[in-house]
């Protein structure tokens, strides 16, 4: 098959193959476009392959049946011939099998020729991370075999898939990096805004998102915050000015903190300020310059009580009187919650004393908020 596509066509496959990473289904858009120019019936690039420990990651070309790529990876990879390519090698399927023993073979009686594909075109990548990838480009009988210049087409996207798929690696594990850590700090029950470099909120946090929707002591106003009286706001947006400042002179260490009073009377909300260290490269225009972190002294503690229970060996009865202890409530009040006397729940708190290692009330609401479980 001759190849003309001129350089704006192949600057285009390149931009969508390089876009691929950011993708809702990664590589979709390079992988039609390269089976409409292979004038192939699939294209489909895998990203881990199936084995007996875990299903496998593929993506395909519009048309491919979701049900054959489950037969795949359930049956049909064991038998499959066309596997353990040379690396970074173009290679068509009669030339890593015999013609003969293609037809004959049960994954293309069983797999293939029911979707009346026969040629494969494929290369296989492993990375330098580690990753081993795929890309098969099929076409059926009647579209005639894949010849060289099919293998040089495809040869030319091979350095540059191999660079985005280690793009998407990273992408992947910062992003799971960044749920984690934003899943512990809503665990932690701290509310967390980001700001940009105009000080314009850029993202929030659930319990920040709680927070500036009560409108009590803090609120977004234009993509800007306010905070409670005339004074509080002042101190604020001069505390943000503070930080702006800090980061574009090179100074991540600056931190202030707050109180900010709260127009319904109840406890005032702690904030800290302190802005966000930049990559040397960084523009900044859309990245986050400032972080606040708010705590509300009447948030409840959120640690899963079957966690606190298995952490200190505390029994159901210890475990409910603790967390009511740490979110609170006096021992007497705590025992008028459960219905039982007072010498019952000191009886219980002596208890929870003995197999926590502390002797106040003070340092047994200390050691819940600061156990690892309120990660839990």
Not at 83 to 98: A, H, K, M, W
Not at 228 to 247: N, V, Y
Not at 265 to 281: F, K, S, T
């Given at each position: 098959?001759?190849?003309?596509?001129?350089?704006?066509?192949?600057?285009?496959?390149?931009?969508?193959?390089?876009?691929?990473?950011?993708?809702?289904?990664?590589?979709?858009?390079?992988?039609?476009?390269?089976?409409?120019?292979?004038?192939?019936?699939?294209?489909?690039?895998?990203?881990?392959?199936?084995?007996?420990?875990?299903?496998?990651?593929?993506?395909?070309?519009?048309?491919?049946?979701?049900?054959?790529?489950?037969?795949?990876?359930?049956?049909?990879?064991?038998?499959?011939?066309?596997?353990?390519?040379?690396?970074?090698?173009?290679?068509n399927c009669t030339e890593f099998v015999s013609e003969k023993e293609w037809q004959e073979c049960e994954f293309y009686k069983s797999f293939l020729e029911p979707v009346d594909v026969f040629h494969i075109l494929g290369a296989d990548i492993n990375t330098n991370l580690g990753s081993k990838c795929r890309?098969?480009?099929?076409?059926?009988?009647?579209?005639?075999?894949?010849?060289?210049?099919?293998?040089?087409?495809?040869?030319?996207?091979?350095?540059?898939?191999?660079?985005?798929?280690?793009?998407?690696?990273?992408?992947?594990?910062?992003?799971?990096?960044?749920?984690?850590?934003?899943?512990?700090?809503?665990?932690?029950?701290?509310?967390?805004?980001?700001?940009?470099?105009?000080?314009?909120?850029?993202?929030?946090?659930?319990?920040?998102?709680?927070?500036?929707?009560?409108?009590?002591?803090?609120?977004?106003?234009?993509?800007?915050?306010?905070?409670?009286?005339?004074?509080?706001?002042?101190?604020?947006?001069?505390?943000?000015?503070?930080?702006?400042?800090?980061?574009?002179?090179?100074?991540?260490?600056?931190?202030?903190?707050?109180?900010?009073?709260?127009?319904?009377?109840?406890?005032?909300?702690?904030?800290?300020?302190?802005?966000?260290?930049?990559?040397?490269?960084?523009?900044?225009?859309?990245?986050?310059?400032?972080?606040?972190?708010?705590?509300?002294?009447?948030?409840?503690?959120?640690?899963?009580?079957?966690?606190?229970?298995?952490?200190?060996?505390?029994?159901?009865?210890?475990?409910?009187?603790?967390?009511?202890?740490?979110?609170?409530?006096?021992?007497?009040?705590?025992?008028?919650?459960?219905?039982?006397?007072?010498?019952?729940?000191?009886?219980?708190?002596?208890?929870?004393?003995?197999?926590?290692?502390?002797?106040?009330?003070?340092?047994?609401?200390?050691?819940?908020?600061?156990?690892?479980?309120?990660?839990?």
């Amino acid at each position: 098959m001759q190849y003309s596509l001129s350089l704006e066509e192949f600057s285009g496959m390149l931009g969508s193959l390089y876009q691929g990473p950011l993708e809702n289904i990664p590589w979709s858009t390079f992988l039609d476009r390269l089976k409409c120019s292979m004038r192939a019936k699939y294209a489909t690039l895998t990203l881990r392959p199936p084995s007996q420990h875990v299903d496998g990651l593929s993506i395909s070309t519009s048309g491919s049946s979701a049900a054959i790529s489950a037969s795949y990876n359930q049956y049909f990879y064991t038998i499959d011939p066309f596997t353990d390519l040379p690396n970074r090698q173009v290679v068509n399927c009669t030339e890593f099998v015999s013609e003969k023993e293609w037809q004959e073979c049960e994954f293309y009686k069983s797999f293939l020729e029911p979707v009346d594909v026969f040629h494969i075109l494929g290369a296989d990548i492993n990375t330098n991370l580690g990753s081993k990838c795929r890309i098969r480009i099929s076409r059926d009988r009647a579209s005639g075999p894949f010849n060289q210049q099919d293998k040089d087409f495809l040869a030319s996207f091979l350095p540059h898939l191999e660079r985005t798929v280690i793009l998407h690696m990273y992408l992947n594990r910062i992003e799971s990096e960044r749920n984690l850590y934003a899943g512990a700090v809503d665990k932690l029950a701290v509310g967390t805004i980001l700001l940009d470099q105009e000080g314009r909120v850029l993202q929030c946090n659930r319990l920040a998102q709680r927070l500036l929707a009560e409108r009590d002591g803090i609120e977004l106003v234009n993509d800007g915050l306010q905070v409670g009286t005339l004074r509080d706001c002042q101190e604020f947006h001069k505390l943000i000015d503070q930080a702006l400042l800090s980061q574009k002179s090179k100074n991540p260490s600056l931190v202030k903190a707050m109180r900010v009073q709260r127009p319904s009377g109840r406890d005032d909300l702690g904030l800290i300020v302190r802005c966000v260290p930049q990559n040397e490269w960084s523009d900044g225009r859309f990245c986050p310059a400032v972080v606040i972190f708010i705590s509300d002294p009447e948030q409840k503690s959120s640690a899963p009580e079957e966690i606190v229970r298995s952490l200190f060996d505390l029994t159901p009865a210890e475990t409910h009187l603790a967390f009511q202890l740490a979110n609170g409530l006096t021992i007497d009040e705590a025992s008028d919650e459960f219905g039982i006397s007072r010498n019952t729940a000191r009886a219980q708190l002596r208890s929870i004393f003995s197999k926590t290692g502390v002797t106040s009330q003070t340092l047994l609401v200390r050691l819940i908020l600061r156990s690892v479980a309120t990660l839990g």
